[in-house]
């Protein structure tokens, strides 16, 4: 009952609520990123989903206009705005994707979307029939996340939380969240 109907109904009573409470500073920082390189300031990147299907994600942009469109892990060797290292820096430029949970394509707690070019993650994912859940903002992989964690710990890590969806394992890893967020930031 969870996973076909309340899941979704936490996930839009959080994102109105989280949009109601921060509409104030998703206008600042798109405003911030606009000023700072003269462009749109959300980013919008294909990523997969449930049962593989492509779905448009939203971030607000951290780097220049008309940047290669690449991995988070190679995004080290691309330029970012300055604005970008910050909402890099504190996470703000996920904040976007709540339109993404709003709108149904992505949940608050799941694995989180693969580029279509992650063609090795996508494998052990379907291996571990992760795709069978929605996307999230945060998962089990996340909150257990280490620096060089391979593809195939990530799906482990994805296919067990596909395995176990239950509001008891949603609050947790919503909880654990906060205190993954709360280390050190990484420096760009």
């Known amino acids: 009952m969870y996973k076909l109907f309340f899941k979704r109904f936490i996930d839009v009573v959080l994102t109105v609520l989280i949009i109601l409470i921060l509409s104030p500073l998703y206008a600042l920082i ?7 390189d003269f ?3 959300i980013f919008k990147q294909k990523r997969v989903g449930l049962h593989e299907k492509e779905f448009v ?3 607000f942009r951290s780097m220049p206009i008309n940047t290669a469109n690449v ?3 190679n995004t080290s060797k691309l330029k970012i705005t300055r604005v970008g290292k910050f909402i ?3 996470n703000i430029d996920e904040l976007p994707q709540i339109f993404n949970i709003l709108f149904g394509t992505m949940t608050i707690v799941g694995p989180r979307p693969s580029l279509k070019s992650q063609e090795a993650l996508i494998s052990f994912r379907r291996e571990k029939n992760v795709y069978s859940c929605k996307p999230g903002l945060t998962g089990l992989t ?3 996340s280490f620096d060089g ?3 195939n710990q990530k799906a482990v890590w994805d296919g067990e939380y596909a395995s176990k969806i239950t509001f008891i394992i949603d609050f947790r890893i919503f909880f654990r969240t906060f205190v993954y967020l709360s ?3 990484p420096t760009y």
């Open 57 to 59: 994600l939203f971030k």
């Open 71 to 73: 991995a988070s892990s």
């Open 88 to 90: 890099r820096r504190t």
């Open 30 to 36: 798109a405003l911030l990123i606009f000023i700072g």
């Open 183 to 185: 280390k050190k930031p």
């Open 39 to 41: 462009g749109n300031p």
């Open 149 to 151: 964690m391979s593809d």
């Open 142 to 144: 996340q909150v257990n």
